[in-house]
């Protein structure tokens, strides 16, 4: 039986040699990263057979927990922080942000009221200030902090909802009287928007997926006529998402067209700017924010562009109060710690409790300042247009699509020998070209089996690309030469 004087926590003593070690463990992982696998290459279920099925009766050492750590988590990871990860958007991690995350575990508050914790209230208030203006948002756009860009749009168009048929928050949408909504977004777009659509009871298939132009951007035209066509069926367009940044290839929709449209119909315009608006602090990309001021809502991943560790997004409404009249709603229990002169986050989502998220990014944007930040993202888009001009004067590669900011899609595409040869049974070019789809995903999947290196393909225009996305601060031009060697290696070898 345990000694109830032995029950309180770790030591101050044990804790602080425990603090030591982990350090000293953070900044060895750290600077060794690159030596590491970027992923494992094991079958399904190899870190649950190395680990006990029972759950432990009694406590084990801090060391002997490092040490399976070391041992079976740590192998047994993709190391999206590695300078050789070159899939999704680059993430990275800094050390400002590693700092941010330590100090933020032991105050562990719940930044729910401002009540709760007025320092969490305040300084996310803060934070998300800051950001609009590097964003150069007007003032009427207030923020709230959530975890992803999935779930902030969740919550736009829920007010977008709520606005077309007032009384839904209360009565549903049968009991409001709801009309079928319509959302649109591009072939582009995140996938975000059916998922949002499902939780609120739209319909994944109300979502209308509009087509994209040459470079990959919505058609605004086709966009007009797919409006059109509804409103002739009797649905009702309720909102548009207009993406910055799009997820395979980082194109921009054309948002003061879009914003043109949403105006004429009435409709709620969401700008997804998750990846793209972190370049909006360069002022070579001050054309990024063209149409924002016309939105209803856009959300920001700083977790993509501006160096915060994973997760945090900030989604801006026009007049946040529009948001805060979908989701207030205070029980008993929690009034004594409401105060209605101050802002309460709980008020604007979903979600009761809430993490003191704003501290890690307070840190890192003190750290680095809007200047530091700059220089980094400059460097992600000087690695990406270099990488462009190697494939541009290689004759088996191409580019697949425009480049923009941090995103290079390119293409092997032969002359691969023993496909399309002329003569009686010749390959077809319909063959020929799945058959070059088959290699490129094939050289995807050898590269990342190989744990030298980690790319990501997608489909353009029906085909199979290859796609790489820079953002990680540790990744230099030599990672990035070591991966075009090794892209080309591996597709001669094929």
């Not at 399904?44 to 006990?52: C, E, R």
């Not at 020998?417 to 490129?440: E, F, Q, R, Y």
């Not at 290859?466 to 031009?477: A, D, F, K, P, Q």
């Amino acid at each position: 039986m345990n000694d109830p004087q032995t029950l309180g926590d770790t030591s101050p003593e044990e804790f602080r040699r425990q603090l030591h070690e982990l350090a000293d463990w953070i900044a060895d992982f750290r600077h060794d990263i690159g030596s590491l696998r970027v992923a494992p290459n094991d079958k399904p279920g190899a870190i649950l057979a190395a680990l006990p099925a029972e759950p432990p009766e009694e406590g084990e050492a801090f060391e002997k927990i490092l040490r399976d750590i070391d041992r079976i988590i740590v192998p047994g990871m993709v190391h999206w922080s590695h300078p050789m990860f070159l899939g999704y958007f680059g993430w990275t991690t800094t050390a400002p942000g590693i700092l941010g995350e330590i100090i933020t575990a032991p105050l562990n508050v719940n930044a729910m009221t401002w009540r709760t914790c007025p320092a969490a209230t305040e300084l996310e208030t803060l934070v998300i200030d800051w950001i609009r203006q590097w964003m150069q948002l007007p003032q009427e756009f207030g923020g709230v902090v959530y975890d992803t860009a999935s779930v902030g749009v969740m919550h736009a168009l829920a007010v977008a909802r709520e606005e077309a048929a007032p009384s839904t928050r209360k009565r549903g949408l049968v009991g409001a009287r709801a009309p079928v909504f319509r959302i649109y977004a591009s072939e582009q777009a995140h996938s975000s928007a059916e998922k949002a659509a499902i939780a609120l009871g739209l319909g994944e298939e109300n979502v209308q997926r509009v087509p994209v132009d040459a470079l990959l951007c919505m058609d605004v035209r086709a966009l007009r006529e797919m409006i059109a066509h509804d409103v002739r069926e009797k649905f009702t367009p309720l909102a548009v998402v207009a993406t910055v940044g799009t997820t395979s290839t980082a194109s921009v929709d054309p948002v003061p067209e879009i914003a043109k449209v949403g105006r004429e119909n009435k409709m709620w315009l969401h700008i997804d700017g998750a990846y793209g608006s972190g370049f909006a602090i360069l002022p070579e990309y001050k054309s990024l924010t063209a149409g924002w001021s016309e939105a209803d809502s856009i959300v920001v991943n700083p977790h993509k562009t501006l160096f915060v560790p994973l997760d945090f997004s900030v989604l801006y409404v026009r007049d946040l109060e529009r948001l805060r009249r979908v989701f207030t709603l205070v029980p008993e229990y929690l009034r004594g710690d409401t105060v209605e002169a101050q802002k309460n986050y709980m008020d604007y989502g979903i979600q009761l409790g809430r993490r003191f998220r704003a501290l890690k990014a307070w840190i890192i944007f003190r750290s680095f300042g809007r200047e530091g930040m700059a220089a980094r993202l400059r460097e992600c888009v000087r690695l990406a247009k270099l990488f462009a001009d190697w494939i541009k004067i290689h004759k088996r590669f191409e580019l697949a699509a425009p480049v923009s900011m941090g995103v290079v899609c390119f293409r092997f595409v032969g002359p691969v020998a023993g496909i399309g040869d002329a003569g009686p049974g010749s390959t077809t070019p319909a063959t020929v070209a799945d058959k070059i789809d088959m290699l490129n995903s094939e050289i995807v999947e050898r590269i990342n089996a190989s744990g030298r290196a980690y790319l990501t393909q997608t489909k353009l225009r029906g085909r199979t690309v290859m796609r790489i996305g820079l953002g990680n601060v540790l990744t230099t031009e030599q990672h990035l030469r070591a991966a075009w060697e090794m892209i080309r290696e591996v597709a001669s070898r094929l």
